[in-house]
Structures are given as structure tokens and as C-alpha cells.
């Protein structure tokens, strides 16, 4: 139901914003507008995404879990599908999603007000890594041969 609900009261505000600033500053200009934050906004969730992809890299490298970048990448995924919806709501909460300041307050939110818990784990194998943090480990190949005449036959020692 409450699904329902944003896919029914979304569009009733957008419709209404748009009636409203086309009022105010024009049918041409309104539309313009809606281009130009589409456009202005997927150029930043891309370099943003691209500095988060960077950085989840860089902290697999040196063995520790991504949960913040991780954090980060779904906000920007979700800032840029509502910043290519037309509308000024969704625009709105596209550009509040990119400010890493807003990221980080919401972060705090859901960790603080939910039953979801991020935790880093100290002891996260990067997956180029995996195999050496156990020194017990042995790497190798084998070939299995099932030619019976080449068998070692032992040496007499006649």
C-alpha cells in the first residue's frame, strides 16, 4: 500500500508543480528547466559515481569492507533515476541525494532509526587477495593421467 501511495501522490505533485511555475515563468521556460537539471544532473552522478567507484576501490585494496561508498553508490543509482524523471519534486530530491553532506545525515538516519546495521569488517579479503591471508595455503595445478602403461613400475635390483 504504501507503494501505491508514492506512485500516486508523486505524480499529483509534480503535475502541480508544473502547473504552478508554468504560471509563474512560462510553458518554454518550465520545459527548459526540466532539460537543463536533467542534463546538469547526470554529469554529476556521473563524476559523482565515478569518485565512489574509486574510492570502494581503494578501500578493498587495503582490506577494508566499502560500506560507506557502498552507501553512497545507492544514493547516487537513486538521485540519478529521479533526476532524469521530468518533474521539480524529483528533481529536488536527486540533487539533495548528491550532496554528500545530506549522504551522510541520511546514513546516520537509517543506521540510528532502523534495524539495519553496517559493519566493517577488519578481516575482509579483497578478492585479488583471496588464498593469502592463510599461510597454510598452496597454490598448484594437477593433471590427472589415466593412461595405465605408463605406470612407474619399480627397478630391480638384480
Known sequence: MPLFLIFLIIPLIEIWLFMTI?????????????????????????????????????SMNQGEMPVQEL???????IAGATLITPGFFTDTIGFMLLLPPFRAWLRHYIKNNTKIFMQSSSSFTPPGNRGRADSNVIEGEFVEIKDTDSQIKPKDDA
Not at 515563468?25 to 565512489?52: D, E, H, K, P, Y
Not at 552507501?71 to 543509482?77: E, P, Q, S, V, Y
Open 22 to 58: 508554468g504560471d509563474e515563468i512560462g510553458i518554454g521556460m518550465t520545459f527548459a528547466l526540466c532539460v537543463i537539471t536533467a542534463v546538469i544532473g547526470s554529469g554529476l552522478v556521473r563524476n559523482q559515481g565515478i569518485n565512489t567507484l574509486n574510492k570502494a576501490r581503494s
Open 71 to 77: 552507501f553512497d553508490g545507492i544514493c547516487i543509482a
